[in-house]
């Protein structure tokens, strides 16, 4: 494909125009009164999720000229070239097909390898979650980064959807601190390890996996090593690693299957695991759905295209270096962390397909917290700090409570889902309307210092509003609800990477620390510090023993 940088597009020239004549000074709260239909003209439908963007500094013209963008581009055929199974990820010459993982038998590359793996996993769950046979209660998942957080973020979410004689525990950090409370707790003869790698190679993992055993043989005593078969399995790229660790139960997937994207393949256990078969395939379903949206529906009316947009105009226009998460759910608490791997890993580069150093920026960071915790923390920086960083609400209409409760809390709990809704609703109101000093004057402040000035008081609790934000509304946490959010996440990151013109499925920017582990590690025992810097160097010899 012979695609020009995207600073070097027509319809980049016209953003900037269109930036420094009216993007810097967009006013949202001026939009609102001059186009009734704004709220209207600026929401998007998508499969299992509605997104209000009205909130955004942007209108009609901007998402024009961003679709534009996107066009001249190439978003569409790059697009359409990783769906086909085309190498896309060409620093390590892979396909890069997660999509390929929730399509349905046929409608996709790979689809027998895939389907075949996928029949095989779910019959066995199916024996897993026959816990009065299987023995099983505790499952624990040892991995990291894409082996660990997309599990770890599902299983809480599906909370109403869990299985009830199942406990699902997740260590990841090479920190025994990790481990050792999980352990504590449990019994090996109802513990089943999964030990998720796709290189089966990851420090961290083997480290605990290596911990796990021991722990396993000394609970179980004479007739551990017989039982390791039926209390470890792996889902890994590797499978002779996982067999040389002793692991026979293996369920594999493919090198076009990026980790931080592998959340649909055997990574997806222990979420199988925990809410069954038939949801599982329903959260692949839901995914797939999403899928479909982004490959067929016009990039105006295109969801992930247009947030994928939306965080370029923001990013090299607007020069915001941040984007916020808000889910207004708690079983979303650990969404925010897997959105950092999955955007952060991906489109954190700097240099273009070609290994040529960009002119501009790419990935912000992403940060967050449910709501309404976060906004009793750092929301104060989101109103009246110096940084303007949009902010990103989920909001789910439906509760997902126990329908056995009694009608006392069944009552206390909708009042509570109400105040939760509320809440969000006024932060985004909040963050755009802001509050001028003169309003600021006319109020009675109950713990303002009588000391000061009322003008000083007032400039305190002033807030420049017109701070953007997004809604994406779903009506309940489902597994297909789920599947389609986080679907719609990955393509929105393809697409913003798409823009740029980087590789947004590589990660060598982990590797370097990696390496350095591996040549430190002999130093601690030896208390060598030679050829290290001065700061490195004293800091070892302080840690060490
Ligand atoms: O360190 C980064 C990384 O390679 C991620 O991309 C990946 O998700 C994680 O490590 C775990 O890797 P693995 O699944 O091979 O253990």
Redesign the pocket.
Known sequence: MNIPRCDQTPAWSELKHHYDTQGRDFDLRTAFQQQPQRAAELSVAAPEIVADLSKNRWDLATRDLLVRLARECGLEARRDAMLRGEVVNPTEGRAVLHTALRAPRGAAPFSDEVHEVLDRLLQWVEQVRDTARSGIRHVVNI???????GPQMLVPALDAHLHEGLQFHFVSNVDGHDIVPVLRGLDPRETLFIV???????Q??MANANLARTWFLEGMGPQGEAEIGRHFVAT???VQAASAFGIHTTFGFWDWV???F?LWSA?GLPVALAIGADAFRSMLAGAHAMDRHFAETPLERNLPALLGLLDVWYRNFHGYTSRSVAPYHQGLRRLPAYLQ?LEM?SNGKQVDLDGQPLPYATSPVVWGEPGTNGQHAYFQMLHQGSDVIPVEFIAVRHTSHDTRLSPALQAGLADQHTKLLANCLAQSQALMQGKSTESALLEQAPTASKALGALTVARHRTFPGNRPSSTLVMDRLTPASLGALIAMYEHRIFVSGAIWGINSFD?WG??LG?ALCNQLLPRFATGDTTGLDGSTAALLTRLRG
């Open positions: 991995g990291i980064g894409g082996s660990d957080l998720a790698s796709k290189t089966f190679t990851t961290e993992t890994t790229t590797n990026g980790g931080r592998s990574i791997q890993e990660q982990v590797e990696k």
